[in-house]
């Protein structure tokens, strides 16, 4: 079965410094991925996806990915966290016959100290 | 363009009710998806919906169930609520012949007393 784990529950960095969250999926065939954000008593929204190509993975508010078959990874980063970076993030899988079954990890909550 | 629309945003039912919630995807958008969050269990799947016709489903009991209409707008319906089922209900549209990628609403937050 598909599978998303998010090794980090808390993360706490300081503003301006690099981030990085980790997800690692399991997953049969080639995986839809995606990562969310959400800010408390909100819905999600899609920071990027991956689905085919080049295997770094550019999306909006300065946030990339780097999808590594090779580790079932794919690993959000952004190279200098501002304050309003705090949120709670999801890795996701694509799974079912149409890849339209999102499975989420567990998220990583992260904080960020000024 | 408008987001994906669910209402109402908050709700309270009693135990043995029945409730139903509402999604109106972006428009062009035929395939809708809803995900159910508790601090628990995380966010999982409900069911999703593409052209009127259910194909996929969640593992959550027949209580659960949803519906699309012509238009693409879609409602789910939980009936005999326990208080279990206080959640966050999310719905998400997504048109697969652009590519992949959902659009949540901003939720419907279920409480069961």
């Known amino acids: 079965a598909q599978s998303v784990t998010q090794p980090d529950i808390h993360i706490t960095v300081s503003e301006g410094a690099s981030l990085e969250l980790r997800c690692n999926y399991s997953?049969?065939?080639?995986?839809?991925l995606f990562w969310y954000v959400q800010s408390p008593g909100q819905g999600l929204q899609l920071l990027l996806k991956y689905f085919s190509g080049d295997t770094l993975v550019q999306g909006i508010k300065g946030f990339e990915a780097e999808f590594k078959r090779s580790q079932s990874s794919f690993n959000l980063r952004k190279p200098s966290v501002h304050w309003s970076d705090a949120a709670e993030y999801f890795c996701a899988v694509g799974a079912g016959e149409y890849g339209n079954k999102l499975v989420f990890g567990a998220g990583t909550i992260l904080r960020v100290k000024s | 363009k408008a987001g994906v629309t669910q209402t109402p945003r908050y709700l309270i039912k009693t135990r043995g009710q029945q409730v139903t919630l509402s999604c109106s995807p972006i428009?062009?958008?035929?395939?809708v998806s809803w995900y159910q969050q508790t601090p628990g269990q995380g966010l999982q799947f409900l069911f999703e919906y593409f052209s009127e016709t259910q194909r996929n489903k969640g593992n959550f009991p027949g209580r659960f169930s949803g519906r699309q209409f012509s238009n693409s707008r879609s409602e789910m319906n939980v009936s005999t609520l326990e208080l279990g089922d206080s959640a966050l209900y999310l719905c998400?549209?997504?048109?697969?012949?652009?590519?992949?990628?959902?659009?949540f609403g901003s939720g419907t937050r279920l409480t069961v007393v």
């Open positions: 997953y049969g065939a080639t995986p839809y």
């Open positions: 428009s062009g958008h035929r395939s």
């Open positions: 998400a549209s997504s048109d697969p012949r652009v590519n992949y990628g959902y659009t």
